[in-house]
């Protein structure tokens, strides 16, 4: 198979470009040759951002400053003749290197399975059927769908065009949208903003309708040309990690101050050079938490893995930390509180209600009149109103004898072509014997669609839409197989109608007809003068599970809004019974939110839960009014429309199934299964991700500081040993070994914390808090002078007897104190021990260490340490149990507010 290179596609008529690609123009490729072609041309995606490769990840672990000066004192130890402590602290370094490496390895190899994850996707046409693939899988001739809010997939000739513009700013810089045509173009020599027949991968449609066949993929596309315009720049710092490194760049000179005076005081009171230094250099290393801004990281990538299980894919690392803010969710009605499976559950014709049964989009089900099955033949005006909505239809019905029936497109165009099929009319049939002669795509502002087609009675144009608006431009009606005046009582009862279906919590669309001359131009014009047949009522059920979530939100301070295009009834009907309207609540329409200007919707935004009939403009009022009363918004949405206010909003939510490409791009998070219960989870796990942030801060913070004052406090307390000799509590290694197990392992595994059981039973936390407020500070070195008092104690019981023995006592019950540390930190939000097994791991595994540092003779001569008998292990464990209370009745007195259930 080899195909044509053309360079002048444009030049072209869509019929020579079918044959030149080898594609037929109705049916597109099929699934046998769309494979091969894969094969030959390769994914259509552009190169991804070089990433950083494993040895760059594993050099960057001995970048900092701190590493070096660790490798200056090891080759200083070494030259001075101290071979076991160099050797000590080399192995030290690249054990934390090798930990550093392997925990960033995994988090960015997590990162970029979950960007695949985010893979944008496209409508094709394929052995005649209306399929969706994975962008990556397009090939050149494929038949593309391509309607508004859809970003083109590829480089392609439009065949067909209904009102299509695309943007293109991307490409040509050219703000106004283009207007697409599907007429060939004479000129061989166009620019690109001149190719209108012609679509670009990257742009977006951003009105219309239109079918394109692809004649480039990947680095063949115009865009290709350029790719490194679409190279994405460095992955983004989050605040908190820029809060943190900021707070790590003032300890460090704090703790740089502290290591001169202990250092000083080593000098003053006799110690050794070499030793003075190497401690001095360990000290700085325990107690600047150099590894924060990393841990945070790996925090947040778990955190993401976690949220991806739970159906919610975040795009920017920062949402993470926001989402955890999320005072208020403003949220779409359709698919998201509801199934978004459309069933139509009641037809009014001629002036009654039909009942129809059935559930899904299996097409099986009768038609009652007051519970007695009709007629067919008995009522034209059903059979018309059944045609009108599957020839007005861009879905598609398909059955799958694994999966059964299932649509292809809007769930509510799926739901009249299933009612139509209860019937036996099928869309293939019923277009066959009438094709279609043009359309007028649906549009949000618009609130109808059109399309013209060729009957048996000659030309006709059918509409569906909002019955407000067909009804604002229909001048008769279907009545007993005639056409009848629309008179005003006529008028009024069809609106009688509309409002006993909507106060059911049912979705209704009015259908109509007219003639149309033979020679019609298709536009706007063409539908006046139009006959009504009825009024389709459907519903869409309210998702089980979202109820709860909602009394979630209320309990966690989340205000939930819910914004529709639907009606009032409708939304009003489907809030109460998800009891999403507290008492006193209001529901406005799109209607009522235009006689308010800013300020007074400012003032009123807190009490209306509901608002109906919106448009974008109104989306993005709503959310900047909330946003202007300090609130942090998250913004749900599916269709282009919703794009302004998603990139508004503090979190910006797309839906995974239902949303088009321009509201992916826009958003910060993507909602895989489209389902509101998904997006408390996604706030729920925010909160837990930024408490185990807050935890092994608190842990690290307190065990550093702990470290520190164990030195300081010792020489200013004039410890000697029994020889009468200056004595430091700690030797060099023991700290640097300290700082591995301590700061290691359990510093990770508090990342891999479940969620506080309580954590959505608190208000949000507001963004402008501080990570380091005066009395977390107060609290932390509280917990660490009575850890180090603790150790002291313990260190002076050993010191009656040996050098060696305080030492190892002091490191010993550092160790201890620190493994106990951990479970006081995580019973602030209420882990039980038995919560996480990675932390039980975690810290049997700093316990073995320690106790093969202490017990094995080869390592008693690296680390300078002794056996303890049973009664030293009682005093380490005595001192544990006083700590533990002294530092339960610290953390009570210090007790967080937001750790308050509100």
Wanted: with cysteine; hydrophobic share 45%; proline share 4%.
């Amino acid at each position: 198979m080899e195909l044509k290179n053309v360079n002048t596609w444009w030049t072209q008529s869509p019929e020579d470009n079918a044959g030149t690609l080898q594609t037929d123009l109705h049916k597109g490729l099929s699934g046998e040759e769309a494979e091969k072609r894969l094969q030959k041309f390769g994914p259509n995606q552009l190169p991804e951002q070089k990433r950083v490769s494993p040895l760059t990840l594993l050099i960057n672990q001995f970048s900092s400053f701190i590493v070096w000066t660790l490798i200056a004192a090891a080759f200083i130890a070494g030259f001075l003749g101290e071979w076991v402590d160099a050797t000590a602290i080399g192995v030290i370094v690249v054990l934390n290197g090798l930990l550093g490496f392997f925990q960033e390895f995994r988090a960015d190899k997590s990162l970029a399975a979950l960007r695949k994850m985010a893979t944008l996707s496209s409508k094709v046409i394929r052995n005649g059927e209306l399929q969706t693939i994975p962008s990556e899988k397009i090939v050149p001739g494929d038949l593309v769908l391509i309607e508004a809010g859809d970003r083109i997939p590829a480089d392609g000739r439009i065949t067909q065009s209904i009102e299509l513009s695309t943007q293109e700013a991307a490409l040509t810089g050219e703000s106004m949208p283009i207007h697409k045509i599907a007429d060939a173009l004479e000129k061989p020599d166009l620019s690109v903003g001149d190719k209108k027949n012609m679509g670009f991968l990257g742009t977006v449609a951003v009105s219309g309708k239109g079918y394109m066949i692809v004649t480039e993929t990947g680095l063949q596309t115009e865009l290709g040309k350029i790719a490194s315009l679409l190279q994405g720049g460095r992955e983004e710092q989050t605040p908190l990690q820029i809060r943190l490194e900021e707070l790590g760049h003032r300890l460090v000179w704090i703790c740089l101050g502290v290591v001169a005076l202990v250092f000083a005081l080593g000098f003053f009171r006799g110690q050794p050079l070499v030793e003075n230094l190497l401690i001095s250099i360990s000290l700085a290393v325990a107690a600047i938490p150099e590894g924060l801004p990393a841990i945070v990281t790996i925090a947040l990538s778990i955190g993401v893995r976690k949220m991806a299980k739970r159906n919610a894919l975040v795009r920017r690392l920062p949402s993470v930390e926001t989402l955890g803010c999320t005072s208020v969710i403003c949220t779409d009605k359709t698919g998201t509180l509801t199934q978004n499976e459309m069933m139509v559950r009641s037809i009014w014709v001629n002036g009654s209600f039909v009942d129809v049964m059935g559930v899904g989009y299996n097409p099986e089900g009768d038609f009652k009149v007051k519970d007695a099955k009709i007629n067919f033949q008995d009522n034209p005006e059903l059979i018309m109103a059944l045609k009108i909505g599957t020839l007005c239809n861009s879905a598609e019905l398909h059955q799958n004898l694994e999966k059964g029936w299932s649509i292809a497109g809007d769930p509510t165009e799926g739901a009249l072509l299933t009612v139509a099929g209860k019937a036996q009319l099928f869309k293939q049939d019923l277009e066959q014997k009438n094709p279609i002669l043009g359309e007028i795509p649906f549009d949000s502002e618009r609130k109808r669609m059109s399309m013209a087609r060729k009957t048996p009675e000659g030309a006709m144009l059918f509409i569906k839409g909002a019955t407000d608006i067909i009804l604002a431009h229909a001048e008769s009606i279907l009545l007993n197989g005639k056409v009848e005046p629309l008179t005003d009582e006529r008028k009024k009862s069809i609106l009688d109608a509309n409002a006993s279906l909507a106060s059911q919590a049912l979705r209704v669309l009015a259908v109509g007809y007219r003639p149309l001359p033979q020679e019609v131009k298709i536009d706007q014009s063409m539908e006046d003068k139009l006959i009504l047949v009825g009024l389709i009522a459907m519903m869409d059920p309210p998702r089980p599970e979202v109820k709860k979530s909602i009394e979630t939100c209320r309990n966690a301070g989340i205000t939930t809004v819910m914004i529709t295009g639907d009606h009032k009834e409708t939304a009003v009907a489907v809030a109460k019974e998800l009891n999403l309207m507290k008492e006193g609540a209001l529901a406005v329409t799109g209607a009522e939110l235009e006689q308010m200007d800013d300020q007074h919707l400012k003032d009123n935004v807190r009490n209306i839960a509901i608002y109906a009939r919106t448009s974008a403009a109104h989306k993005l009022r709503i959310v900047r009014a909330w946003k202007s009363l300090g609130e942090v918004v998250a913004m749900t949405g599916d269709g282009v429309n919703d794009a302004p206010a998603i990139k508004e909003a503090d979190i910006g939510v797309a839906m995974g199934i239902t949303g088009t490409d321009v509201t992916k791009e826009a958003s910060d998070m993507v909602i895989l299964d489209d389902n509101f219960a998904s997006i408390v989870n996604a706030v729920e796990e925010g909160r837990g991700i930024y408490d185990n942030i807050i935890k092994f801060v608190n842990y690290l913070m307190s065990s550093n500081i702990a470290e520190l004052l164990v030195i300081f406090m010792g020489m200013l307390l004039g410890f000697r040993d029994p020889l009468g000799n200056p004595f430091v509590s700690l030797s060099a290694i023991q700290l640097l070994w300290l700082n591995l197990v301590t700061d290691g392992f359990p510093a990770i595994a508090l990342g891999l914390d479940p969620v506080d059981p309580t954590a959505m039973n608190r208000p949000p936390r507001k963004s402008s808090d501080s990570i380091f407020p005066l009395r977390f500070a107060v609290q932390l070195f509280l917990t660490g002078f009575v850890i180090a008092a603790g150790t002291l104690a313990a260190c002076h019981f050993g010191l009656s007897q040996s050098a060696e023995l305080a030492q190892t006592m002091a490191f010993t019950t550092l160790v201890v104190l620190e493994i106990v540390r951990v479970q006081m930190v995580r019973s602030q939000y209420h882990m039980s021990i038995f919560s996480n097994p990675y932390i039980i791991l975690a810290l049997a595994s700093s316990l073995l260490l320690h106790l093969l540092v202490v017990y094995t003779p080869f390592l008693q001569t690296i680390f300078g340490t002794v056996p303890l008998n049973l009664t030293e292990w009682g005093v380490i464990l005595t001192v544990a149990i006083v700590v533990w209370v002294i530092s339960t009745v610290i953390n009570f007195l210090f007790k967080k507010p937001q750790l308050q259930k509100s």
